[in-house]
């Protein structure tokens, strides 16, 4: 029997869940950033803090990530919606990843946490 999250990335169809796989390898692979599954989600902790997760637009059916402290990040293509603290980032799944993007936000996530 699968965990909540293996369970999670391998119940969805392709191909929404090789990108979704794609971006959990992506912030698995950063040092520091630990998995979890919390409030029924793919959550992802840098150094024990809150950081991001994984999850699908209902509106868009698209993968997004969204950054806890996303509010501080000044990205042309984060979406606050009604969020107050957190923005999203939208990943069109019919497309390549675009992997630069990603991890530039990324980047600067994992700055504003350091």
């Not at 919390?38 to 868009?60: A, Q, S, T």
Request: hydrophobic share 35%; glycine share 6%; charged share 30%.
């Amino acid at each position: 029997m699968l965990n909540p999250l293996d369970n999670f990335f391998e119940q969805k169809d392709e191909p929404i869940k090789g990108c979704l796989q794609y971006l959990r390898l992506l912030l698995i692979g950063y040092e520091d950033i630990t998995e979890h599954w919390k409030y029924g989600l793919p959550f992802y902790y840098y150094k024990g803090k809150m950081f991001c997760y994984i999850w699908i637009h209902k509106k868009y059916r698209q993968p997004y990530i969204g950054l806890v402290d996303g509010n501080k990040i000044d990205h042309e293509d984060l979406l606050r919606e009604k969020r107050a603290r957190m923005k999203i980032l939208l990943i069109n799944h019919l497309e390549d990843i675009p992997e630069k993007k990603i991890k530039s936000i990324l980047r600067q996530a994992l700055y504003l946490r350091s």
